[in-house]
C-alpha cells in the first residue's frame, strides 16, 4: 500500500507542476489613444478637443 500512495503522491505532483506552468499570461494593455471632442463647459466656456490616453 505505501509503494502505490507513494506513486500517487508522485503522479499528482507532477499533473501539479504541469498545470501550474500552463496558467494564463497577463499582459498589461498597451495604453489606447482617443479622441474628447470639445465641449462647453461651465460659465459658457468652449473647450477644445483633445486627444486622451484611455
Known sequence: MRRHLARILIALAV???VLAQTGCIVVAPRPAR???????A???VWVGGYWRYR
Do not use: A
Request: hydrophobic share 40%; no cysteine; glycine share 24%.
Open 34 to 40: 482617443v479622441w474628447v471632442p470639445g465641449y462647453w
Open 15 to 17: 499533473v501539479g507542476g
Open 42 to 44: 461651465p460659465s459658457h
